[in-house]
């Protein structure tokens, strides 16, 4: 697909395409092989496959899959603005071509994206990220991933606050382990000693990661929203 604007001098002149490979860089084209073309949004409820599809639900499943366009492709903000512009339609391109013109860059567009077609999910991501828990059977692997998905929905980059909502998200006999040792600054250190601590119980069968049939551990001082002092992680064994 070729690209039309307008040159200073009121002609009109071709742009690179980042969806045309011979105009790509080896990079680009070696991921763009394997991309299938983004759907358009048109702003309004489609009915997709026989199934009315909400206006958030069809707006997030638009952004994400920009969103991952724009990093498997390793395209610029002008890159991937150009591309998402020319993939809205309706009233979607409507609201585009009134106050596109404001976004040079991808987190700009996204912020004010998700505020207009997906604001009424933002409480409800909230509320879903404050009451994440691990669930029986659930991986701590598993647990992050839907973790992850909600930060980026939320755009929240404050690694404190991921470690607190983390170490109450999981299992309390693991968080008890970890806050027995330093207490990891990002997510990631966080996530990789709940994984440690979740390969040993399962090694030696010291408890299921159910969270039901854990040996009582006491939670010492220095929790960040896990307990109080004093408190017993009362379980039974199986």
Known sequence: MAYNSVNDDGLLETTRSPFNPSQQTQGGKKALRFLNDPRN?????????????????????????????????DLSDEEILLVAGDHLTGKAELWWNVLGFQYQTWAEFSTAFKKQYAADQEDVWWQELYSLKQR?????????????????????????????????????????????????????????EAKKIERSLNKYGAGSMDGVSFRSLPITGGNQGVGEDNVSVSTMTA
């Open 41 to 73: 949004f048109s702003g309004e409820i489609e009915n997709n496959g026989g199934r009315l599809e909400g206006l958030s639900a069809a707006a997030l499943t638009w952004w994400k899959r920009m969103d991952r366009i724009r990093v498997s492709a």
């Open 136 to 192: 029986a059977g659930e991986s701590i692997d598993d647990l992050s991933l839907r973790m992850r998905e909600l930060l980026v929905l939320l755009n929240n980059r404050v690694d404190s606050f991921h470690v607190r909502v983390f170490l109450g998200a999981i299992n309390p006999v693991i968080a008890c382990e970890i806050e027995k040792r330093d207490l990891p600054r990002t997510l990631d250190m966080a996530i990789v």
